[in-house]
């Protein structure tokens, strides 16, 4: 029977995860699940950990879950080790958002300043993680969702030198979703190639005639004002949007060719988006304000002792599909699935413009020995070089976060197109180095 662990089992994120592995109950054998996580997320853990026991009883399943604070004692000969942490829980997410825009610049979870922090503050965890697993569950696979996502998993191969790791995120089965939305057929009936990195990907999509459907998903959705806010709110997870939902440029987005995913407007439309984020800074409200309150409401509802399914309103987060992503992957190595799906892995010659050993989100095949990229081919001049750019700006705050070396990391800043350079980088630097210095042991 598989033993699957979960690093942040506190998070409100388990009850998805919970229901995902319930609907694989036919393929996956699972015997024990243990939710882990630290003392300032006991309480969290309790309260939801309780919920998951309740959603397999209700399921009739006779998994045991364990709820612990020690984590060698849950990883030891795990199977599969599911990653959803986040160091410094959402107060260091408020000042990785509120502090780079007291700058008036962008901020924001994984992308800008903040999302290097975040970086900076989890890339040693996930490291010492991977330690522990050398020694306690050497064949087991990592699963990583913790953001950023594909540098974390970067630093896993790069640093940690442990291949069996996949990076996760929902943002390509929503842009899958919203194709086949604009195009009126199912997904099933539509071809796609991602190719880029976390919260940095393009795709193109083909439909079962053969034709290239990627110029009409534009026009109908990514080049029409509006069209990619009724585009989400069509999706489940419309409740709230995560980050501001206003619209490309149409002709620099047909010029492209290609269809860049949500978080791309951070980059190519930066001052309309800082716009919007700074009227939220301004109002208490950023997203890290707001979803902290969406986390105290979740948990009021999970402690209710007759709940026992995941909740709706859990939907308000921006992790819709996130079972989708991980337990199908989970399900896929296990079952050897040869599934088609999209995930951070090692690039491999997938992408010809980047090097072979770098972390890259693309499609690719799941087997029983990992992921299997598919080519995407080289890019246009349009993407290449800011593609270029955002890897090397990751490898370079990789390289930060493991050295804890303040020039490295004032590079890193410099390399970001969302850090302006120079004495404004150096003065947001510091800032953050002094909010997070309890989590910043490496500095
Ligand atoms: P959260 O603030 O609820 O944190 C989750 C849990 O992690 C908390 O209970 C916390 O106590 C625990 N934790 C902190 N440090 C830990 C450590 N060293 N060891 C074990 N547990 C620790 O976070 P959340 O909002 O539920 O998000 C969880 C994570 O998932 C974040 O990193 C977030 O960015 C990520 N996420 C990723 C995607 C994606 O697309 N990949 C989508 C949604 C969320
Ligand atoms: C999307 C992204 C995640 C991100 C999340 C934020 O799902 O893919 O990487 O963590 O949104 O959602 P939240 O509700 O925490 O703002
Ligand atoms: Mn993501
Ligand atoms: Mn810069």
């Given at each position: ?22 609907k ?27 919920l ?25 000969d ?78 896993v ?13 929902n ?11 604009s ?8 071809f ?10 393009w ?17 109908k ?152 990229p ?70």
């Open positions: 029977n598989i033993k699957i662990v979960t690093i942040g089992g506190g998070s409100s994120y388990t009850p998805e995860l919970i229901e995902g592995f319930i694989r109950k036919d393929q996956l054998p699972i015997g024990e699940i243990w939710l882990v996580d630290i003392e300032e997320g006991k309480e969290k853990l309790d309260i939801v950990g309780n998951a026991k309740r959603m397999i009883k209700k399921a009739g399943l006779d998994w045991k879950v364990h709820l612990t604070l020690d984590r060698r004692e849950a990883l030891k795990a199977d599969f080790v599911s990653t959803q942490f986040r160091v410094g829980l959402l107060d260091a997410r408020i000042k990785d958002e509120r502090i780079p825009l007291s700058h008036g610049v962008i901020g924001q979870e994984t992308n800008g300043a903040g999302g290097m922090f975040k970086a900076f503050r989890t890339i040693p965890v996930i490291l010492d993680i991977v330690e522990d697993m050398k020694e306690l569950c050497p064949n087991a696979w990592l699963v990583n969702f913790t953001n950023p996502s594909g540098m974390v998993t970067e630093a191969i790069r640093y940690g030198k442990w291949d069996k790791v996949v990076g996760l995120c943002v390509p089965i929503m842009c899958r979703k919203i194709a086949a939305g195009l009126q057929t199912e997904e099933e009936d539509l796609f190639r991602f190719g880029g990195l976390n919260h940095f990907h795709h193109r999509v083909w439909n079962k005639d053969g034709e290239e459907k990627t110029a009409e998903v534009i026009e959705v990514y080049a029409t004002e509006g069209g990619l806010k009724k585009a989400m709110q069509g999706l489940k997870s419309s409740g709230v949007q995560n980050i501001p939902n206003i619209s490309f440029l149409a002709g620099q987005i047909r010029n492209l060719g290609i269809i860049p995913c949500m978080y791309h407007r951070y980059y190519y439309i930066t001052d309309d988006m800082l716009k919007e984020e700074l009227e939220s800074y301004e109002k208490g409200e950023t997203r890290a304000e707001l979803v902290k309150k969406t986390e105290a409401e979740l948990f009021e509802l999970y402690k209710d002792p007759d709940l026992n399914v995941k909740p709706p309103q859990l939907e308000k987060r921006g992790g819709a599909f996130y079972s989708d992503a991980a337990c199908e992957l989970i399900s896929s190595i296990y079952n050897d699935k040869k599934t088609y799906m999209v995930v951070s892995t090692r690039n491999n010659g997938a992408i010809t413009d980047l090097p072979d050993d770098v972390v890259v989100e693309v499609s690719s095949i799941i087997t029983a020995h990992g992921p299997v598919i080519s995407w081919g080289s890019f246009d001049a349009s993407s290449r070089g800011l593609l270029q750019l955002m890897k090397d700006m990751e490898l370079t705050t990789i390289k930060a976060a493991v050295t804890g070396d303040y020039d490295t990391a004032l590079q890193a800043f410099t390399l970001n197109p969302l850090v302006p350079s120079g004495a404004i980088a150096q003065t947001i630097l510091d800032e953050l180095l002094v909010a997070h210095k309890k989590h910043l042991p490496q500095f």
